[in-house]
């Protein structure tokens, strides 16, 4: 059953805590990426990976950290210097960066 | 600065008629232009696409038109039906670049029967 999984679908963060957002696709896209949708705001890119191993920056990075050890994986954390992290997150993937995305069914966060 | 624009948060249309959803954009080196549509609490579905060498794009319902001059873009649904009620954004890319998809903020279609 190929696809895009998220979880968790609903997150509760603390004052402070560091949480991690899970994105998997066996799909065998080499590029993967998390975005950001507040009401309002359309979606806003936090980090891309083209290739394991390798990410990028998007437009929104601070507060964020991710990782891409697996072409499978691409874990996003919110740290506690995100102060706004109230937010729907969504995770994409493409067979390459100039391709056509794919999103997973994203994570609400919610802050405590 | 955005660089892509829906000037038009939302879009009411009776069922049966034809929904218009405009897209502007000011980047000269976007060649691939997307459309997406989102349903509340979920992930959004990619719909049809256009590549910059083209001006239209069929796919059953959905017509994507490209006016390259204008650096606009529409999406047209053609008969509107009620499960298309949802959030569309417009997205593009500058493919030669290497760059990701830089999206708009989304219209909001009713469809109302």
């Known amino acids: 059953d190929g696809g895009i999984t998220q979880s968790p679908k609903y997150l509760f963060r603390k004052e402070g805590q560091n949480v991690t957002l899970s994105c998997e696709q066996n799909?065998?896209?080499?590029?993967m990426y998390w975005y950001r949708q507040d009401p309002g705001q359309g979606l806003r890119l936090i980090y891309y990976?083209?290739?394991?191993?390798?990410?990028q920056k998007g437009d929104i990075a601070e507060g964020y950290s991710v990782s891409r050890e697996k072409k499978e994986s691409f874990p996003l954390t919110v740290t506690s210097a995100q102060k706004n992290p109230t937010a729907f997150y969504l995770c994409?993937?493409?067979?390459?960066?100039?391709?056509?995305?794919?999103f997973g069914p994203g994570t609400r966060l919610l802050v405590l | 600065d955005q660089q892509v624009k829906q000037n038009s948060p939302s879009l009411s249309v009776q069922e049966g008629r034809i929904s218009i959803l405009n897209c502007d954009y000011t980047?000269?080196?976007?060649?691939?232009f997307l459309w997406y549509k989102k349903y509340p609490a979920e992930g959004p579905t990619f719909l049809i696409s256009?590549?910059?060498?083209?001006d239209k794009n069929e796919d059953g319902r959905f017509t994507v038109f490209l006016n390259k001059s204008a650096k606009h873009l529409s999406l047209h649904i053609v008969p509107s039906q009620p499960g298309d009620s949802a959030v569309y954004f417009c997205a593009a890319s500058a493919r030669r670049g290497n760059t990701p998809l830089v999206f708009g903020k989304g219209t909001r279609l009713s469809v109302i029967a």
């Open positions: 994409a993937t493409a067979i390459d960066s100039t391709a056509t995305q794919y």
């Open positions: 990976s083209q290739i394991v191993n390798d990410f």
């Open positions: 980047n000269s080196m976007f060649d691939y």
């Open positions: 799909l065998n896209h080499d590029a």
């Open positions: 256009i590549s910059s060498i083209k």
